[in-house]
């Protein structure tokens, strides 16, 4: 159990406080920092949502007050140079803030991580709190926010937190989702979320380009180990004649995993000449965050990935080889 309490000695401390998440930021580092946010104000906090990357259209209904903002040195410098603890959500892996790690450690300021990923014993943060059996972020934060806050959750922190837990579990369907994400949506129902509405927001947003992107990929997805594992690629032609953006992307990994007989997916998806971006599914049968670690990235056991500095044939020929091999080792470990 997390001393939440103990931990909220660490906010109690801070004046003004920086909330960031990864880069290409989902609904769960989107969700919790906007709940956090929320509390935070109430308690009259200085506190502001700083992000590397832009927010993803189908989240501004999480900035009706303009609260997330995307990073510039010119703008945010001053202000970070007064903060003292800045609270990562959902990172991963630390450097995925990117310039604002140096802003931070220039700085000096104090940093509290919250995440439910796996950190190495020596991680980098000052507070280091990871739930690797929290569903989500969010669930996280509504933890924290109900031991040191009386009654139900506002709207505004419950529509965060809800998004978060509802994005993290696939809709209440992934092996993670427990009784907590479902007591947390009930939450979050009596003090008036719209859930539909935000499902809808999220989930039936898709671009014409998503779509015929996705058909590309779906015409081309290769079979092996009698089709236990999925695998396809995107290639920049087929995000330049699909008019595709990185964010049209979103989701294809589990898509494939829902194949009939497919117990792990992967998506190998090029970034430029010499770098690609790799993402792991695995339905629950096989372990993939092994695999994602031999390739230099990280992740869940059942949600994965990687970046690979390398061309996309090479990477191709690579990570299809070492995910065979680990499958095949899992598959003879289970007979
Ligand atoms: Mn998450």
Redesign the pocket.
């Known amino acids: 159990m997390i001393d939440w309490k103990h931990i909220n000695n660490y906010i109690d401390n801070a004046k003004s406080i920086l909330l960031t998440m990864h880069e290409n930021p ?1 609904g ?2 989107l969700g919790s920092a906007t709940a956090m946010y929320y509390y935070l104000k109430e308690i009259k906090k200085d506190c502001r949502i700083l992000n590397v990357s832009s927010l993803p259209v189908e989240y501004n209904f999480l900035n009706k007050d303009n609260i997330i903002e995307t990073y510039k040195s010119d703008i945010h410098d001053s202000w970070i140079s007064s903060v003292d603890l800045a609270i990562i959500f ?1 990172v991963g892996d630390y450097k995925r803030i990117r310039d604002l790690k140096t802003r931070i450690k220039e700085n000096n300021i104090k940093t509290l991580n919250i ?3 796996p950190h190495p014993k020596d991680h980098p943060f000052t507070y280091n709190i990871v739930d690797l059996k929290a569903a ?3 669930d996280m934060v509504y933890d924290y926010i109900k031991s040191v806050r009386n009654g139900k959750i506002s709207k505004l922190m419950a529509e965060g937190i809800y998004t ?1 837990v509802m994005t ?1 579990t696939g809709c209440f369907r992934y092996s993670n989702t427990n009784t907590h994400c479902h007591d947390i949506a009930i939450e979050c129902i009596e003090v008036g979320v719209n859930t539909t509405n935000i499902y809808q927001l999220i989930y039936e947003s898709s671009s014409q380009s998503r779509i015929l992107l996705l058909g590309n990929i779906l015409r081309n997805i290769h079979y092996e180990l009698d089709g236990e594992f999925a695998w396809f690629v995107v290639d920049k032609n087929m995000m330049s004649s699909a008019k595709a953006s990185k964010a049209d992307v979103e989701g294809f990994s589990d898509f494939v995993r829902t194949i009939r007989g497919v117990e792990v997916s992967m998506m190998i998806m090029q970034i430029d000449e010499s770098s690609c971006r790799l993402n792991f599914r695995s339905t629950g049968k096989y372990i993939i965050n092994g695999v994602a670690v031999e390739l230099g990235g990280g992740g869940h056991k059942f949600a994965s990935g990687a970046v690979i500095h390398d061309s996309l044939e090479s990477v191709v020929n690579n990570s299809v080889e070492i995910m065979k091999k680990s499958l095949l080792q899992q598959r003879s470990e289970l007979t």
Do not use: E, K, N
Request: a negative charge; zero cysteines; hydrophobic letters at 10%.
């Open positions: 989902d769960d580092g959902d995440d439910h990923h989500s972020t969010g978060a993290d």
